[in-house]
């Protein structure tokens, strides 16, 4: 089992920036990436960004490319999500998960979420 918690969430205003943390309890070779992912009110929870704890690539969706950042550090067991330019359509719970592989996240660990809220 692995326990994620994420933290960071918040209200903000359009065009301004957010960090949100996930911390994991463990890594294993079955968790060898993680990601971040959303849920808007009323709609299907999406992918955000992801990262190989390995070799540090990451993948973005193209609607938060050059906007939002996501990072790692090995040490702490820990991957960032550096949210700037924030736009009302980012509102939404945002939830870390942490997976073999980025091509499907159906066998992944979740995190219970942070809501994040843009004001416009």
């Known amino acids: 089992q692995v326990q994620l918690v994420e933290s960071g969430g918040g209200l903000v205003q359009a065009g301004g920036s957010l960090r949100l943390s996930c911390v994991a309890s463990?890594?294993?070779?079955?968790?060898?990436?993680m990601g971040w992912f959303r849920q808007a009110p009323g709609k299907e929870r999406e992918f955000v960004a992801g990262?190989?704890?390995?070799?540090?690539?990451?993948y973005y969706t193209d609607s938060v490319k050059g906007r939002f950042i996501i990072s790692k550090d090995n040490f702490k067991s820990t991957v960032y999500l550096q949210m700037n330019s924030l736009k009302p359509e980012d509102t939404a719970a945002y939830y870390c998960?942490?997976?073999?592989?980025?091509?499907?996240?159906?066998?992944?660990?979740w995190g219970k979420g942070t809501l994040v809220t843009v004001s416009s």
């Open positions: 998960a942490a997976n073999k592989g980025i091509s499907s996240w159906r066998d992944a660990y």
């Open positions: 463990r890594r294993t070779s079955s968790t060898d990436t």
């Open positions: 990262i190989s704890w390995r070799d540090g690539l990451t």
